[in-house]
């Protein structure tokens, strides 16, 4: 052998069949890969994902029929709402502007409880109004 995998003494290469497998497979591999890949991406452009799909609108909160009483938030007098926005998971951000420095309220609607209260612009050395 002169070490190129032919032989002197032949005229015939000498090819060894586990390479030869080898590279068979390979390329089978590789044409199998890349119909499964085209496969996936035209099944993908042809059925979106429902997540994909644009959502509808919000749908209103309904509370069960029942008498809750008053809801009081105890924010300081001259405090309005400014903007109320609904949010995942039945959460309701009211914007509250007066009586203080502007703060924002995250209410469980659901379980009738402020759950978080964000100050903007509190001047130093004066608190967050009692929850």
């Known amino acids: 052998m002169n070490g190129q995998g032919v032989r002197e003494t032949g005229s015939a290469p000498t090819v060894s069949r586990g390479l030869l ?30 997540a994909a799909i644009a959502r509808p609108a919000a749908e209103p909160v309904v509370l069960p029929a029942g ?11 001259g405090t309005h709402v400014t903007g109320m926005v609904r949010q995942d998971g039945g959460l309701l951000a009211v914007a509250l502007a007066g009586g203080g420095p502007d703060r924002v309220l995250l209410w469980d609607v659901q379980h ?9 612009n509190a001047a130093a050395g004066q608190g967050a109004p009692a929850p």
């Open 112 to 120: 009738r409880r402020i759950i978080a209260r964000l100050i903007l």
């Open 21 to 50: 497998a080898a590279v068979i497979g390979m390329g089978v591999l590789l044409a199998a890969g890349s119909l499964v890949l085209v496969s996936v991406l035209i099944h993908r452009i042809a059925h979106p994902r429902p």
């Open 67 to 77: 008498d809750y009483g008053e809801l009081v938030l105890g924010e300081p007098a």
